[in-house]
């Protein structure tokens, strides 16, 4: 019995009915995950209730000893995760991080590198919408007809716009970063090396990934992609200078009160992510994204850069007559959540585009392994190959359904 079932059991119905749909469905958009329970719980803990303006020992109000405590606790848990000195765990999103670090870096007008949204980057690199594109100078670079980005036509890029800022990591980009070949590129030109690894960390905390340490000046992530804990962000440096001036572009720069009871949750998640397990749903993720790129790739179709080594793949439609947005739609309706994303040599716009992206880590953390992720693959396969068969859909979708209630994770909507 919850109190909201008795004081709005409108809401209360509607949470309800998104459980449903995340049990029925099979989540494949590779920016989510599905937390631990225990993280949810501490987001609806009591510290929801705090203000604690500041930074632990050094706060604007009272009664902080046990916010404090636990915003301690996160900062350890981040810095013994991703092996870096200071850690900053109050941004609100991996955009609010991402904000912060050119705040604390950056003037207006100042110049940025990064990975053009089209080929993989975030609207935060520097996207004309975005208020990374408005206040500062941003100039992109992007991957090459294979699908990789080719560091020595970064290197004269960076030679080009002399950027004071260049940011590395990507959200749509199925390969290894190398940043040690950015850091070359930073250093040949004069530049601070920034790395958000929002999708990667997860692996990176596992090893599974190039650790951006010690080669980037400031690293950040969300916490709720591959890392599976509640949604938000942080920052990570190594320069103490670096980390005083992220401390005051947080707060008071950009953000009031942090998120307590998010804070606590995020030293749950960490603490998830420091356990032995963590390295064997890490390896999962990445043999599972592989079953995908194998399986979809001989049925025939192109998955860009010819695989992954991550937890994602790029399928492009470019030689076919139906687009991203098609193959989105269609799979929605087999009960297979995607999301359409522009593909290496894009001509179609960018809600329509002419790919989906699709990732390991949700299905991976329902329990999923590469013999259900193989079936997946040939359903996914199967609709492409019958883009306008509603029926087939309709059939692959309650196979789908019957496939994900074997592996259920919340057995109710509130923790
Ligand atoms: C998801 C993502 C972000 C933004 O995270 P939000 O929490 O949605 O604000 C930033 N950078 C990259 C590379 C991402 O993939």
Redesign the pocket.
């Known amino acids: 019995m919850y109190f909201m079932e008795n004081s709005d059991k409108e809401v209360f119905e509607i949470i309800n009915k998104e459980l449903q749909r995340q049990n029925d469905h099979l989540e494949m958009i590779a ?1 989510e995950n599905f937390t631990f329970p225990a993280v949810m719980e501490a987001m609806g803990s009591v510290f929801t209730n705090k203000y604690a303006e500041g930074y632990p020992n050094k706060r604007y109000y009272g009664g902080c000893e046990y916010a404090d405590e636990v915003e301690q606790l996160a900062i350890d848990r981040a810095c013994k995760l991703f092996g870096c000195k200071f850690a900053n765990v109050q941004p609100h ?4 991080a ?1 904000q912060g670090v050119y705040q604390a870096l950056l003037k207006p007008y100042d110049k940025i590198l990064g990975m053009d949204l089209s080929h993989g ?2 609207l ?2 520097g996207s004309k919408v975005s208020s990374s594109g408005k206040l500062y100078q941003s100039f992109f670079y992007g991957v090459e007809s294979d699908g990789r980005i080719d560091y020595d036509r970064v290197m004269d890029i960076a030679r080009i716009t002399q950027p004071k800022l260049i940011v590395c ?3 749509a980009y199925p390969r290894e970063i190398d940043f040690k070949a950015f850091r070359e590129i930073a250093d040949e030109v004069g530049a601070l090396l920034f790395a ?1 690894i ?2 990667i960390a997860g692996l990176v905390a596992a090893g599974e990934h190039p650790s951006p340490f010690p080669y980037c000046d400031v690293v ?1 992530t ?1 916490t ?2 591959t890392l599976r804990g509640p ?3 942080i920052i990570m440096t190594n320069d103490e200078d670096i980390a005083k001036k992220i401390n005051s572009a947080i707060f008071p720069g950009i953000q009031g009160g942090p998120l307590v009871h998010v804070i606590a949750a995020k030293a749950i998640g960490f603490g998830e992510n420091l356990k032995p397990e963590w390295k064997a749903y890490a390896k999962q993720v990445k043999a599972n994204a592989k079953v995908l790129a194998d399986v979809i790739s001989k049925r025939g179709y192109d998955v860009v850069s010819g695989g992954t080594d991550n937890h994602l793949i790029l399928v492009s439609f470019l030689n076919k007559e139906f687009s991203g947005k098609d193959a989105d739609a269609a799979l929605g309706n087999a009960g297979i959540t995607v999301n359409k994303n522009t593909v290496p040599g894009e001509f179609r716009s960018p809600f329509v585009t002419s790919g989906i992206r699709i990732g390991s880590p949700a299905l991976t953390a329902r329990g999923m392994k590469e013999a259900e992720f193989e079936i997946i693959a040939n359903r996914i396969s199967d609709v492409l190959d019958n883009i306008n068969d509603t029926a087939l859909h309709a059939k692959i979708r309650e196979e789908m359904k019957e496939l994900a209630h074997k592996f259920i994770i919340y057995d109710r909507a509130i923790y």
């Not at 999103?93 to 609010?96: C, I």
């Open positions: 920016s999103s991996g955009s609010q991402n980057g975030h935060t690199h990591g990507a959200s958000d929002a999708h950040t969300t709720h992609k949604r938000g962000g």
